[in-house]
């Protein structure tokens, strides 16, 4: 029987779609209200909260909690001070990604990490000599992601420490009576916040930020909205934009940090201070330059767009749903490959179709053009876009202060 | 003459099309200068706050036909184009019911069978129908109007395109575009519908803004119009864009600005200069000159052949058409500040209703009995409103929990028998409240602030004769390659180096920013050598 998180008893009340997915055995709204789209103007324009519940969740503890961490995640965890937050990415001896998460540093030997997979048995194994315990507490904590540039002020009368909360800070709290951690953080790429409760305080903590929330039009908002407002933000999404190495049968499965735009959080690479898995090989590709791929966003120009479908008798549709397939990319018109959109939709921001698109490193440069594959009336054809830098959207609200 | 007033091209009106035509021309490189008469750009499409943190979209109200060329080839998203998505329809019933319309297709038809089951499925089949004369038409609004009378080789050439394109279409879709194109909305829709609220919801896009009835012919013209904006593809579809139809004008204003364009406030033109069949410059009030071998009136016609140069300087069947030219606007808005929600009781306390238009105009003949009273140069005493509470759309548009509602209110012609509009505003204000307080009980008490714009105020502040919202009436004779004049519809002017690019020439009304575009191109078009 499917899992429901903490938070569902009071969220399915305001789901009047009923249409709910299925994420790490827990249920997880789509959308609650018919239109997923004004879901994700609530991200953009006024605030929305979304469900995260289902992330799993590791305390990692103790004396060597922080080499652990540095040996084992590709960013440099040294950087993270305690009361932060760092996303960062794991990879295997190739420097193959296996998987991305958040680590919250609640204390200098005690953080939490959240991901997308289990991991439990992974961690453990990695401890080895090393005084670090690995905890799950998944099910133990409810996660709610209020998101958007009314988030600050709908959460500020709660508590008041988060108007001085910067860019993946974090902070103990209490809402309504009840222990919480906030931390800046979210998966819009825009102002946001994310609250950590207990499972047992979920309701009423729930509860009084959706009070708070209401004169600001917060609203609930699913997975779709999500996936629209992540593509936005260029923040790839496993299991979508990329497949965790560790399930890969083949090199053509598996993406080194460089080839998946992940280069930021290798920053530090070159200091032989820190050694961790995957660097000799991160560090040998780049030197090398043996990067198979890039990660770009592509941009279609609509007028484009239009005229192809229109040229075929079809009214062009705009649909900000993102594809739920890989969309071929050719280099000129003799389809020769140039690669692959992982994710695409029409975003209602931008005005045209967007993509998160691997390509052939020598098509990566911004402003070169490819073909996207096309398929109308049964018969395929291509319309050309663009290759811009990522992210599409990147407001000043998602890291400036009050 | 100094250095400084000399520019390559000036455009009168600092509308969305001044703004849309200035911002093309900056943006090939030329020197341009666009002038607005008032302390604020937008024209028709201002939004203003009246009262602390309640923002008025005094006039223009809605999004839908702004051409996707305009927000692509100016990057308007790069400037702040925000257009939000408006999911539902409400349109309350004189019983009390209502019906209301999602984005969910099927809860839709399942609404509609609520009214009428015969209706639901009646309403995919008549979605489709006129989806399919939007594809056939769609080309004629998005193309330059061909003189049919020039003989010119560009011009045959677009009308042996047009020749082959309207004779591909399907025997239906023609004989529905003719019907439309010529005939009432209401006429159509009886073919499809029984219940009186479905048929009223979709016949009031028939009279916006004009002075015919549903059941008038021109009604279906009307409606043709209204439907072939879109909202991110959404064919028909409208938007409300951040901060209102101001917000676009500030954007567009803001890209004008970023290619190179000045904008000079507080800037009346009070003529154009012309010497010897050729356009020179302008003159403010004040007397201050500018010069530029390019002038564009975004003014309505009217002002741009009649009152802008002197007409003696133009052939006297343009100008014979131009005072026929028909405005006698008929349309108002009644906008107001509110303390909390209006509460509908057939659905308690929900609000949900209220994220797009409420459409009061619950029957075709609630609508036509509303333009009776037009007809015989009176405001309708129950009149049809299509409103909108923004605040629920964009909570930056009134302070929390309070809220703003726009109300456009037909019908209210420009000329009053027996009365004025100076005399008669509030009345018509009082009309207007007293209607919702019929659908909305208790709705006075949650009024903190009322506006009330009559086609007189329109004419006054905008500057648009007779207070039409198209800047024309927008009925056959006055559309497309008659827009504003036969012979006269390519934003040329018989006077070298002056043009027209405003809501009057196709494919205006309506914020569409078609015209600047297109007056652009055809300025670039003659510089060329």
């Not at chain 1, 791929?293 to 229109?310: F, K, M, N, P, Q």
């Not at chain 1, 402003?367 to 291509?382: A, K, P, R, S």
């Not at chain 2, 302390?39 to 702004?66: D, K, M, N």
């Not at chain 2, 329809?89 to 069978?113: S, V």
Request: glycine share 10%.
């Amino acid at each position: 029987m499917v899992e429901t998180t903490p938070f569902h008893p009071r969220l399915s009340e305001l789901n009047e779609t009923g249409l709910y997915g299925h994420w790490s055995g827990y249920l997880s709204a789509l959308r609650y209200e018919y239109s997923a789209k004004n879901e994700y103007f609530g991200i953009r324009n006024a605030a929305a909260v979304f469900d995260a519940s289902p992330l799993y969740k590791y305390w990692i503890r103790g004396g060597d909690a922080q080499k652990f961490l540095e040996g084992l995640m590709s960013r440099d965890v040294r950087t993270c001070k305690p009361g932060r937050a760092q996303y960062t990415i794991w990879c295997d001896d190739n420097g193959h990604v296996l998987e991305d998460g958040v680590l919250f540093r609640h204390a200098p030997d005690e953080f939490l990490l959240t991901a997308a997979r289990p991991n439990l048995g992974f961690l453990q194994d990695q401890v080895r000599r090393l005084n670090v315990e690995v905890i799950d507490v998944s099910d133990d904590y409810g996660v709610l992601a209020l998101q958007g540039p009314r988030s600050r002020d709908i959460l500020t009368p709660l508590v008041p420490e988060v108007a001085e909360l910067s860019f993946f800070g974090m902070t103990p709290a209490k809402i309504a009576g009840h222990p919480v951690t906030i931390s800046r953080t979210g998966f819009t790429g825009d102002l946001g916040f994310e609250v950590m409760v207990p499972a047992e305080s979920a309701i009423p903590v729930l509860d009084a930020i959706l009070e708070s929330g209401k004169p600001h039009h917060l609203r609930p908002f699913g997975e779709e909205a999500l996936g629209m407002a992540r593509i936005e933000a260029g923040l790839p999404l496993i299991d979508v934009d990329f497949s965790s190495s560790r399930f890969a049968f083949n090199d053509d499965q598996r993406f080194s940090a460089w080839e998946l735009g992940f280069g930021w959080t290798l920053r530090g690479i070159d200091d032989d201070s820190r050694v961790f898995t995957g660097r000799r090989a991160l560090l040998r590709e780049r030197n090398e330059n043996t990067s198979r791929w890039a990660t770009v966003g592509i941009s279609i120009a609509t007028t484009d767009y239009r005229a192809l479908h229109e040229e075929h008798d079809v009214v062009p549709y705009m649909d900000e749903i993102p594809v739920d397939w890989h969309t071929m990319l050719y280099e000129n018109s003799d389809w020769v490959r140039a690669g692959y959109a992982t994710s695409l939709m029409y975003s209602p921001l931008m005005q045209r179709h967007i993509g998160l698109a691997r390509v052939r490193p020598h098509l990566a440069e911004p402003g070169t053009i490819v073909h996207v594959e096309q398929t109308i009336n049964h018969e395929y054809y291509t319309v050309p876009a663009t290759v811009v830098p990522l992210p599409f959207f990147n407001p000043e609200r998602k890291v400036s202060m009050a | 003459m100094s250095e400084g007033n000399q520019y390559d091209a000036i455009v009168v009106g600092g509308g969305h099309n001044g703004l849309t035509a200035g911002a093309y021309l900056a943006k090939d490189g030329l020197r341009t200068l666009i002038l607005e008469q008032r302390h604020l750009v937008g024209g028709a499409a201002i939004t203003e706050e009246l009262r602390p943190g309640f923002q008025f979209t005094t006039f223009s109200y809605g999004l839908s036909l702004l051409r996707p060329e305009v927000i692509q080839e100016l990057e308007l998203v790069k400037f702040g184009f925000m257009p939000l998505e408006m999911p539902t329809t409400f349109c309350p019933m004189e019983n009390g019911d209502y019906l209301l319309m999602g984005p969910d297709h099927d809860a839709n038809l399942r609404e509609i069978a609520r009214h009428s089951p015969r209706d639901a499925d009646a309403t995919e089949r008549y979605d489709h129908d006129i989806s399919r004369v939007l594809q056939y038409l769609k080309p004629l609004f998005d193309r330059m109007p061909p003189n049919l009378f020039s003989g010119d080789p560009e011009d045959k050439a677009e009308i042996a395109w047009l020749l082959k394109h309207l004779g591909s279409g399907d025997k239906k879709v023609v004989h529905d575009t003719v019907r439309l194109l010529t005939g009432s909305i209401a006429d159509f829709l009886d073919d499809y519908f029984e219940s009186d609220v479905i048929k009223g919801h979709l016949a009031s896009s028939g009279i916006i803004g004009t002075k015919v009835g549903p059941m008038s012919q021109g009604s279906g013209l009307v409606y043709l119009l209204l439907a072939l904006g879109e909202h991110d593809g959404n064919i028909g579809s409208w938007s409300f864009h951040k901060g209102g139809n101001g917000g676009v004008t500030q954007v567009i204003g803001r890209a004008a600005e970023a290619y190179g364009a000045e904008i000079r406030l507080n800037s009346h033109v009070n003529h154009v200069l012309v010497n010897n069949g050729r356009a020179t410059g302008v003159v403010l009030d004040d007397g201050t000159e500018f010069h530029a071998p390019v002038i564009i009136s975004a003014l309505d016609p009217r002002r741009t052949f009649l009152e802008l140069v002197d007409s003696r300087e133009l052939p006297s069947d343009l100008v014979e058409a131009i005072e026929r030219y028909r405005f006698q606007g008929t349309a108002s808005k009644v906008n107001f500040a509110l303390d909390a929600a209006p509460r509908f009781p057939a659905l308690g306390d929900r609000t949900d209703q209220y994220r797009g238009f409420i459409n009061i105009g619950p029957s075709i003949e609630y609508l036509e009995r509303a333009f009776d009273q037009g007809k015989y140069g009176w405001y309708s005493d129950r009149p049809y409103l299509d409103c909108c509470i923004q605040s629920f759309l964009d909570p930056d548009m009134a302070p929390p929990g309070k809220h703003v509602m726009s109300c456009f209110t037909m019908y209210t012609p420009y000329e009053l028998k027996g009365s004025d509009w100076d005399t008669e505003r509030e009345n018509l204000g009082d009309a207007a409240q007293r209607t919702l307080a019929s659908f909305f009980p208790g709705f006075d008490d949650l009024v903190l602030q009322r506006e009330v714009v009559t086609p007189l105020d329109i004419e006054r502040i905008t500057g648009l004769s007779e207070g039409n919202i198209y800047a024309g009436e927008y009925l056959a004779p006055q559309t497309w390659i008659f827009r504003p004049a036969p012979g006269y519809s390519d934003y040329r002017t018989p006077i070298e180096g002056y043009y027209q690019g405003g809501s009057g020439t196709h494919p205006g009304g309506c914020v569409s920013g078609g015209p600047g575009r297109f007056v652009s191109q055809q300025v670039l078009k003659d510089r060329r050598p």
